[in-house]
DNA sequence: CCATTAATTTAATATTGTTAAGTTTAAAGT
DNA sequence: ACTTTAAACTTAACAATATTAAATTAATGG
C-alpha cells in the first residue's frame, strides 16, 4: 500500500511526539521504542526516519516540546504576578515544581536526558531556553530592588535558586530524596517555602519592598 | 579453555566494576557493554553473568561504589571541621561539588540513573545513604545552634540544601547551566559561595555563634 | 581416582535501531 | 492530458547488543 491516499495522511511529526511523550510518561525510556511509537501512531517503523534521522531527534523533538511548555507555564505566572517579586519568585518556583513532578519521565528527559549527542546541546542556547531565563533574572532583579537577596550577580542568583528547585523535584522524581512516605508535590511546595523564608529572611532593613 | 587454572584466576566483580567506570566516564552510559567490559577485564562477555544477573546489575555495583566514595569524602570533611558547624556545611558543600564534576558520569548514574529497575531503589534506605544523610542534617543541627539557618526540621533543610547543591552540579553536568563560558569547577564554588552567603545572613541577633 | 560442582568458553537467540529496495500516490512540467 | 520526478510509505534485510544454552575444563571432596 506504499504511499497513502490524501485522505488517510497523517501528521506523523506531531503524532510521533505525542505518542512517544505518552510512552514515555507511562513506562520510561525503555518503552519508547521506535516499533511502539509506530504502532500507536499508526504507521511502521521505517516511516518515521523520513520525518526524524533517528531516535534520539524523535527524543529531542519531544524534549524540545517540554521546554515549550514549560516557557508557557512561566509566563502565565509571570503574567498574574505582575507587581510583586517576591509573589513571582515564589509562584514561579511553585509552578515550576509542579511541572516536574506531574511530568516526571518528561522533565527528566529535558533536564537529566541520557547522554546522547542529540540531547547534549545547551537548551538555553536557544530562544526558547533564553526567554524562560530572562523572566527568572528578572524576577530576582525585581527582587532585590525590593530590597531581598544579596547584591550579587542577579544571574548568578538566578542560577542558584534554579538550582535549588531543579535540585529538589530532581531528587524526588528519580527517588533519590531522603524524606521518605511524604506526598511528593507537598514536599515540593515545602521546600519552595522554605526557600523563600531563606529569601525573605535576607530583606535589608531600610527595604522598598511593601506588600501589596 | 574453559575455566581458567588457579594462576590465572581474576577477580572478575572487582574488576568488571572499575573497569566499567572507566568505560563509563570516558564514553557514557552507551559505551559500557558488556563486550567492551569484558574485553577490558580479559574475559567473554558471558562470564560476567556468573557474577552479575545483567547488565543493570553491574551499572547498579558502580552506583553503590560511587556512593560509598562520596561517604568517604564526607566523613573526611567531617573529621577535619570538628566543631565549627559553618565551616562544615561550606566544605560539605564544595566537597560534594568536587565530587560530581570530578566523576560526572558515575554522578548521573548515581543521581539521574536510566529508569531501570535495578536504579531504582532509594538509596538513602540503605547504610550508606543513610550514614552519608545523618552528617548533613548533624551538620545543619549544630549550625541552627550556632544561630543560622530558620528554625524548621533539620530534615527539611537538609533536603533543601542537599536539593541545592545536588541541582547545580546536576546542571552543569548536564550541560543545562545557563552561565556559559565559565569554568565549572569555579561556578560550583560561587554557587556553594552564593549558597553560604544566604546562609550567613539568616544568623539570629543574639547569635551563639563565634569564627573560630 | 571418580563424581560433582564452579567458572568459563563458544555458539545460538531475541530484541531493537537502522538501512535498502521496491511500490504507490501526489505534484510538476510540457 | 501525459509523462516524469519526487515524496511517503511498505516490507525485507542488516547490524549491534544483551542474554541464554550447550559444551568444556579445572578444582574439590569423598
Redesign the interface.
Known amino acids: 500500500m506504499a504511499r497513502p491516499k490524501k485522505e488517510d495522511e497523517k501528521d506523523i511529526p506531531t503524532l510521533a511526539v505525542a505518542v512517544a511523550q505518552r510512552l514515555l510518561e507511562e513506562g520510561?525510556?525503555?518503552q519508547v521504542t521506535m516499533a511502539q511509537v509506530a504502532d500507536a501512531v499508526g504507521c511502521s517503523a521505517p516511516a518515521l526516519y523520513t520525518h526524524f534521522r533517528n531516535r534520539d531527534a524523535l527524543l529531542r523533538a519531544v524534549h524540545d516540546a517540554g521546554f515549550e511548555q514549560l516557557l508557557r507555564d512561566k509566563l502565565a505566572v509571570a503574567v498574574r504576578t505582575q507587581g510583586d517579586s517576591f509573589a513571582r519568585l515564589r509562584e514561579g518556583g511553585l509552578a515550576y515544581m509542579a511541572f516536574a513532578l506531574e511530568n516526571p519521565?518528561l522533565y527528566?528527559l529535558m533536564?537529566?536526558?541520557?547522554?546522547?549527542p542529540e540531547l547534549?546541546?545547551?537548551?538555553?542556547?536557544g530562544d526558547v531556553?533564553l526567554r524562560s531565563?530572562e523572566l527568572l533574572e528578572n524576577a530576582v532583579k525585581a527582587a532585590q530592588a525590593d530590597g531581598f537577596l544579596?547584591d550579587?550577580e542577579p544571574?548568578?542568583?538566578?542560577?542558584?535558586l534554579?538550582?535549588?528547585?531543579?535540585?529538589?523535584a530532581?531528587?524526588m522524581i528519580?527517588?533519590?530524596?531522603?524524606?521518605?512516605g511524604c506526598d511528593p508535590a507537598r514536599?515540593g511546595r515545602?521546600?519552595v517555602d522554605?526557600?523563600m523564608?531563606?529569601?525573605a529572611?535576607?530583606r535589608s532593613k531600610g527595604t522598598r519592598y511593601r506588600t501589596p
Open positions: 520510561g525510556q525503555a519521565a527528566r533536564f537529566n536526558p541520557p547522554p546522547l547534549e546541546g545547551n537548551p538555553f542556547s531556553g531565563l544579596p550579587d544571574a548568578q542568583i538566578a542560577f542558584t534554579w538550582s535549588l528547585v531543579h535540585g529538589a530532581s531528587l528519580q527517588n533519590r530524596a531522603p524524606l521518605t514536599t515545602e521546600v522554605t526557600a523564608r531563606l529569601i529572611s535576607t
